[in-house]
C-alpha cells in the first residue's frame, strides 16, 4: 500500500518510519532542495515522545544531539541587576523525561534512520490531490497512491488544497517568535542570556561550538501585514519592534544581514475540528499546531506521528476506520496542548510593568524552592506543565493487525 507524505521536517520522517516498519511503501516529498537548515530553534522531547524516539533506535543519536543548556540569566530592562535560574529545577517539574534538541537535528535523525527504506523526493511539491488520490506535482510529474498525509507545517500545502485557506483555521494567539543563527559572542556553553521588558523578550544561547541561536518573542495588539515567505519585511519588523533595545540586542541586530539561517512567524494555533478528509489526513503542526514555542508542538507531533502509523497499522490500511480512531485516540492531547498554548502565549512575553516584576518574583521564587517541592507541586494537575508526561502511549507493537496493506475502498 503506497502513502505519499508531504514533509520532510519531523512529523514526516516520524511518520515515515513507522509506516515502513508496519509495511507501508512510503514516499516522501519536500519542497526544499535538500534538509531545511533554517537555523530552526530549540524544541523539546518530553517523555511520550523520548519514549517513541527509544522505540525508534536513535535515543542515543537524540541524546548527544541535546543542546544541554543549564543556566539562564535574565536581565530586565530598567533594573539594575540580572537574576540566575538553574533550568534543572523548572525542566523536572515539567517532565521526568526530557531533551532540548534543535528542530534541525531532529529532522536529520529521523531522516538519517529512514532514507535507506523510504523515498525522498527534494525540489518539489503536491499541486493538485484528486479524491482517488491522484498526485499532481509542481514538476508536473503525475502519480497515484493510496493515502495522502500533510506533515508539511503551519503553513500546509496539503491542507490548503484539501481543507481551504490557512485562514479559515489559524486563531493567533498574541506574539511572534523569530529565531537568527549567530556567533557566539559572549562565550555561553551550557547558558542562556535573556532581556525581558515589557512587550518583548531577547535571548541568546549556545547550540554547537561557537553556534548559537538568537531567539526573539514580542507582543503586538494587533496581527502584523506580511507573508510568511517575505524574509526582508520579517527582518524589518523585527529591527523595528526591538529599537532601543539595550543589552547584547543592537549587536544580535546587526547579524540580521549575516545570519545563514533566519525563522520568523506568528504564534498561531491551528483550530480544525478533523483533520482527516477521504483519503487524505494531516499530522503534526500541519494538522494541530497549538502555536510555535508555547505548546510542545514538536512532542506532540511525534506522538501523533506514531499514532497514525499504529492506527493504520490496526486497521490494514483501511483509512475509513483508521483515520477516526488517530483523531479519537489524539484528539484529547490536542486540546489540552491548545489550551497549554493559549495560557501560555499570554504569559511567556510580559505584558505591564508588573508582569515583567511578577515574572522576576517567580524566577526568584523557583531559586528558592527544593527541586523536589517544585516537581511534586507540578505533579499535582496534569492540565497543567505536566500534561505531556500524562500522556499514555498505546504499544501498537503487541497489537495484531491485518497483514493485508491492498488499498481499501
Given at each position: 500500500m503506497r502513502?505519499?507524505?508531504?514533509?520532510?521536517?519531523?512529523?514526516?520522517?516520524?511518520?515515515?518510519?513507522?509506516?515502513?516498519?508496519?509495511?507501508?511503501?512510503?514516499?516522501?516529498?519536500?519542497?526544499?532542495?535538500?534538509?531545511?537548515?533554517?537555523?530552526?530553534?530549540?524544541?523539546?522531547?518530553?517523555?511520550?515522545?523520548?519514549?517513541?524516539?527509544?522505540?525508534?533506535?536513535?535515543?542515543?543519536?537524540?541524546?548527544?544531539k541535546k543542546t544541554g543548556i543549564e543556566r539562564l540569566t535574565m536581565y530586565r530592562e530598567g533594573a539594575p541587576r540580572p537574576i540566575e535560574l538553574e533550568l534543572r529545577r523548572v525542566l523536572s517539574a515539567v517532565s521526568d523525561r526530557h531533551v532540548e534538541i534543535m528542530r534541525d537535528d531532529l529532522s536529520e535523525i529521523f531522516y538519517d534512520a529512514t532514507r535507506h527504506d523510504v523515498e525522498y523526493v527534494f525540489g518539489d511539491s503536491i499541486a493538485s490531490i484528486s479524491d482517488d488520490c491522484e498526485v499532481t506535482f509542481d514538476s508536473g510529474r503525475t502519480d497515484r497512491f493510496d493515502l495522502v498525509v500533510g506533515a508539511d507545517g503551519l503553513h500546509s500545502n496539503v491542507r490548503r488544497l484539501v481543507f481551504g485557506p490557512e485562514s479559515d483555521f489559524t486563531t493567533w494567539i498574541g506574539a511572534y517568535l523569530a529565531v537568527v543563527s549567530v556567533p557566539d559572542h559572549v562565550g555561553l556553553d551550557g547558558h542562556t542570556k535573556v532581556i525581558a521588558g515589557v512587550g518583548r523578550m531577547a535571548g541568546v544561547g549556545a547550540v554547537h561550538a561557537d553556534d548559537a541561536r538568537a531567539v526573539f518573542l514580542f507582543r503586538t495588539p494587533r496581527q502584523l501585514d506580511y507573508h510568511h515567505r517575505d524574509v526582508p519585511r520579517q527582518k524589518q519588523l523585527l529591527r523595528e519592534?526591538?529599537?532601543?533595545?539595550?543589552w547584547e540586542v543592537p549587536r544580535l541586530m546587526e547579524e540580521l544581514d549575516r545570519t545563514p539561517a533566519f525563522y520568523f512567524d506568528s504564534i498561531t494555533q491551528l483550530r480544525l475540528d478533523t483533520w482527516s478528509r477521504g483519503r487524505v489526513t494531516l499530522v503534526g503542526d500541519a494538522g494541530y499546531c497549538p502555536g510555535p514555542a508555547v505548546g510542545g508542538s514538536t512532542s506532540l507531533a511525534v506522538v501523533g506521528a506514531y499514532v497514525l502509523a499504529g492506527e493504520l497499522a490496526i486497521y490494514g490500511g483501511d483509512h475509513t476506520r483508521a483515520f477516526p480512531a488517530y483523531e479519537a485516540e489524539i484528539g484529547d492531547y490536542v486540546r489540552r496542548s491548545r489550551a497549554f498554548a493559549v495560557n501560555a502565549?499570554?504569559?511567556?512575553?510580559?505584558?505591564?510593568?508588573?508582569?515583567?516584576?511578577?515574572?522576576?518574583?517567580?524566577?526568584?521564587?523557583?531559586n528558592h524552592l527544593p527541586v523536589a517541592l517544585t516537581t511534586a507541586a507540578a505533579k499535582i494537575s496534569s492540565r497543567g506543565v505536566?500534561?505531556?508526561?500524562?500522556?499514555?502511549?498505546?504499544?501498537?507493537?503487541?497489537t495484531p493487525w491485518p497483514r493485508s496493506l491492498s488499498a481499501s475502498s
Open positions: 502513502v505519499l507524505i508531504s514533509g520532510a521536517s519531523v512529523a514526516g520522517p516520524a511518520l515515515a518510519y513507522w509506516l515502513t516498519r508496519y509495511g507501508f511503501t512510503v514516499t516522501v516529498v519536500e519542497r526544499a532542495p535538500a534538509l531545511r537548515k533554517t537555523g530552526g530553534h530549540a524544541v523539546d522531547l518530553f517523555r511520550p515522545a523520548m519514549d517513541i524516539v527509544e522505540k525508534m533506535g536513535v535515543l542515543e543519536q537524540v541524546t548527544a519592534h526591538f529599537e532601543g533595545m539595550g502565549a499570554k504569559r511567556i512575553v510580559p505584558g505591564s510593568r508588573f508582569d515583567l516584576w511578577a515574572l522576576a518574583a517567580i524566577v526568584r521564587l523557583i505536566r500534561l505531556h508526561d500524562s500522556i499514555a502511549l498505546k504499544d501498537y507493537a503487541s
